[in-house]
């Protein structure tokens, strides 16, 4: 149960009504984040334009790798909501459970090469609070690899964006 009290639909504005009306027809529900989100318009807006954009847009990532940042980054900060929200979305991208589960124990154990492990452990360094002392020579070194500005860009923007909405829903209580 969440630490605040978090609005129901009709108790929504009317913007966020119109949003929250497809997930309702579809799933019968809204998250709790969701809801969380649906409290301040401006927050709710703010972040959806970040999903859009970070997540379901196509963009110079692959949908692989930006769920194993999503589930990384997720379980590096403990939020164990977004974790199991991200499982279901990697399964609907066609993710086995096999990845999945890889994922979760770690960079290292993921069947895949070095280059992906390059960028997803340097997205897990640059979501601690100590990513200050992260060094020209470490960018430099994922762009050897192949990784482009851009690409090295988004994967630190989602990044960022998991630990946002890890914090919200890790502070506010949601999916306990």
């Not at 900060?77 to 096999?98: Q, Y």
């Amino acid at each position: 149960m969440a630490h605040i009290t978090l609005p129901e639909f009709e108790d929504m504005t009317p913007a966020i009504q119109e949003k929250a009306r497809p997930i309702l027809e579809k799933t019968g529900q809204l998250g709790e984040i969701f809801k969380l989100l649906a409290i301040d318009e401006k927050i709710y807006f703010a972040t959806d334009g970040m999903i859009q954009k970070y997540l379901l847009d196509e963009t110079t990532l692959s949908y692989d790798i930006k769920e194993a940042i999503a589930l990384l980054i997720s379980k590096e900060n403990g939020c164990k909501m977004c974790v199991d929200v991200h499982k279901n979305i990697a399964k609907m991208l066609g993710l086995s459970e096999i990845q999945i589960e890889e994922i979760l124990q770690g960079v290292e154990s993921m069947n895949t090469d070095d280059k992906d492990k390059a960028l997803l452990n340097f997205c897990i360094k640059a979501s601690h609070k100590d990513n200050y002392k992260i060094l020209k020579d470490e960018i430099d070194a994922l762009k050897e690899m192949g990784w482009s500005d851009i690409q090295i860009i988004e994967a630190v923007a989602i990044t960022g964006y998991f630990n946002y909405i890890n914090t919200l829903s890790n502070v506010f209580g949601l999916g306990e």
